[in-house]
Structures are given as structure tokens and as C-alpha cells.
């Protein structure tokens, strides 16, 4: 059997995922990176991007996520999403619709423009995924 490890993605609306992986690449804030089995003990704040699973049979799962942290430590991670939803449960038009809606808070000078950019980069994100 392959070398796995126990993981699992949380977000506010529960658990997504729970199983043995024989990795995990996740998106963060200073660029991607990979755990695999015994992987150092590691906690890591989370950007917006696609997490993905690799489980032992080599199929994989991958997750839009928009911030949170990930925990690696003695062959366990725990990964807690502020949102995440499986890339193949997206909705294109939808996705499409939202990137637009974001745009247009960015073209708003009186809102929070950080807030708004956060949500361009989440639309765009979940577009890609969405492919």
C-alpha cells in the first residue's frame, strides 16, 4: 500500500472530506505546496485557490477555497476553509454571473475595495475550477 496519510477538509457548514490521501496540495499564502507522508509538522494560512486530494486509487478531488489554514502533524492534516465547494459541483454560469457582480464592486470607489479585489479573485477562482 501506497504511503497515506489521514486528512480531512472542515468549513463553517461542516466536513467535506475525510479519508486516508496519499497527498495534498494546497494553496498558500506565499504559493502552492504539496504534503505527502510524513510531511513536517506544518500550519499555514490559506489564499484562494484549488486544493487537491490525491487518495490512494490515484483519483483526486479538488476543492475551490477562498482562505482558512491548514494543520500537518504526525501524519494528520486538518484543513479549515473559511468557503470551499468541490470544483465539479460549480455552476459555470453562475460562476460567470458572480465574476461579473465582483467586477462591478471593484468599479464602486466608495466600497472596500480589498473586500471587492478578495471577491474577484474568489469569482475567478471558482470559474477556473469550474472548467
Known amino acids: ?5 489521514q486528512a480531512q ?7 467535506l472530506f475525510e479519508g ?6 494546497v494553496p498558500g499564502v506565499q504559493g502552492n505546496f504539496m504534503m505527502l507522508h510524513n510531511h513536517a ?7 484562494v485557490g484549488a486544493v487537491v486530494i490525491t ?7 479538488v476543492y475551490a477555497v477562498s482562505g482558512g489554514f491548514v494543520e500537518m502533524n504526525d ?8 468557503k470551499a465547494e ?16 465582483a467586477k462591478g464592486l471593484l468599479s464602486d470607489t466608495v466600497g472596500d475595495r480589498s ?6 479573485a474568489i469569482a475567478k477562482n471558482r470559474l477556473k475550477l469550474a472548467d
Not at 486516508?20 to 496540495?25: A, F, L, P, Q
Not at 509538522?41 to 489564499?47: A, C, Q
Request: no cysteine; charged share 30%; net charge negative.
Open 115 to 120: 473586500k471587492a479585489e478578495k471577491e474577484v
Open 75 to 82: 501524519n494528520s492534516m486538518t484543513l479549515l476553509a473559511e
Open 20 to 25: 486516508e490521501v496519499t497527498g495534498v496540495r
Open 1 to 5: 500500500m501506497a504511503n497515506t496519510f
Open 86 to 101: 468541490e470544483a465539479s459541483e460549480i455552476d459555470k454560469e453562475e460562476a460567470e454571473m458572480l465574476l461579473k457582480e
Open 41 to 47: 509538522p506544518i500550519v499555514s494560512t490559506l489564499g
Open 55 to 61: 487518495k490512494p486509487d490515484n483519483s483526486e478531488i
Open 9 to 15: 477538509v472542515l468549513t463553517p457548514d461542516g466536513s
